[in-house]
């Protein structure tokens, strides 16, 4: 079936470095992206989303990228802090449609 | 903007109880609300779409009459697990629609002893 999943389950990183995130999807149709991020104990919170119709979009310290030709899809956070740490989970879907989501990634600011 | 609660936060309840959470959209009006579960360091499980106005739809292996969904307002979604054991023991999160984005609830812990 359809899925979408991340590579790694778990990164660290240290504290100011950049962070990538990877995700892959399997649904070529699928022409909306999100990357969500959640504390522990908390529910998911919006970071970036991306259309098909692009290959990039920026915003504050985080980069989303999209790869169509082999659905790829990854998030970059620049210049890490503490308070990133959490799981990130990229999911397709979007409008009327169900959400998938990935597996997710946690995410380990070391200092 | 695109803020949405969940009321109770967190919940402990005797086997065989029901139990009410709720989902509210604060400063958006959604047609369409979500109702997740997640076990611990797993991914979100979607349980039902909830629609205003109109019944629930349930992901397949989801009891209907056990997760009562009651879309009642364009900013009120309620999820009612009746009978509750301990096996429905997790942790609930609801999502509303905003445009083509999901935003979602802070989440309930509900515990059934």
């Known amino acids: 079936g359809e899925s979408v999943g991340l590579h790694l389950p778990t990164l660290s990183v240290q504290e100011g470095d950049n962070s990538i995130i990877n995700c892959a999807y399997s649904n070529s149709a699928s022409d909306y992206f999100i990357w969500y991020k959640q504390e522990s104990g908390k529910g998911p919170q919006f970071i970036i989303d991306?259309?098909?119709?692009?290959d990039k979009r920026q915003g504050q310290r985080v980069t989303v990228l999209l790869n169509k030709t082999v659905k790829h899809l990854s998030l970059q956070i620049a210049a890490t802090q503490p308070g990133d740490s959490a799981v990130y989970f990229c999911?397709?879907?979007?409008?009327?449609?169900?959400?998938?989501f990935g597996q997710g990634t946690r995410l380990t600011i070391n200092p | 903007g695109a803020v949405v609660s969940q009321h109770p936060s967190r919940v402990i309840c005797k086997s065989g109880t029901s139990v009410k959470i709720e989902c509210r959209s604060l400063d958006f009006q959604a047609t369409t609300m979500f109702w997740y579960r997640q076990f611990p360091k797993k991914s979100l499980m979607l349980m039902a779409t909830?629609?205003?106005?109109?019944?629930?739809?349930?992901e397949q292996g989801v009891e209907k009459d056990k997760f009562l969904i009651n879309h009642a307002s364009l900013t009120l979604s309620t999820l009612t697990v009746t009978s509750a054991h301990p096996e429905d023991s997790s942790f609930y999160i609801c999502?509303?629609?905003?445009?083509?984005?999901?935003?979602f609830g802070p989440g309930t812990r509900l515990l059934v002893l």
């Open positions: 991306i259309r098909s119709n692009m």
């Open positions: 999911a397709e879907g979007g409008g009327a449609q169900k959400l998938v």
């Open positions: 999502s509303a629609q905003n445009g083509e984005t999901q935003y």
């Open positions: 909830s629609n205003e106005g109109s019944k629930a739809t349930y």
